[in-house]
């Protein structure tokens, strides 16, 4: 069984033993830390967010005879999990940025624990509260 099929299987119990096996420490919260360009990171973000923002289809309905309606809605998803490769704040911008334009409720961010202090950071500033220091194919299973 592969790391991700076994995260499937046995959930946190398989996350914590592959954790300590590849990365040598429990998976936790990252800590905002470390220095990090808050300027830049917020323009890119601003950027980011005005293009999707642009590209955010509307809605539409429409009565195609007396008494019937078609309607397309955009409905955002619940929560999405966004893998940042150690250290690449980036990644974090334009992923979580399109989904909070999107209207995401929650965004959980896991990133490699060496390097989590600025992604945990950058999350931070974008509003994102939920950064776990986890990295390799347990947390992209998690």
């Known amino acids: 069984m592969n790391i991700v099929e076994d995260v499937k299987v046995r959930g946190d119990a398989a996350v914590r033993e592959w954790a300590l096996q590849l990365d040598g420490v429990e998976p936790e919260r990252a800590r ?11 323009a890119l973000a601003d950027r980011v967010r005005r293009w999707h ?32 490769p150690r250290g690449l704040v980036s990644t974090l ?15 959980v961010v896991c990133t ?12 931070e500033l974008l509003g994102i509260d939920e950064v776990w220091a986890l990295g390799g194919p347990q947390a992209i299973g998690y």
Not at 57 to 74: C, N, T
């Open 32 to 42: 905002a830390d470390g220095d990090l360009p808050e300027e830049a990171v917020l």
């Open 53 to 84: 923002e642009a590209q955010r289809p509307a809605d539409v309905r429409l009565e195609i005879e007396p008494g019937v309606e078609l309607e397309r809605r955009w409905v955002p998803l619940d929560s999405v999990g966004i893998y940042v």
């Open 93 to 107: 911008v334009m992923c979580a940025v399109p989904a909070q334009v999107a209207g995401v409720r929650r965004i």
């Open 112 to 123: 490699p624990p060496e390097g989590a202090g600025v992604v945990a950071r950058a999350a």
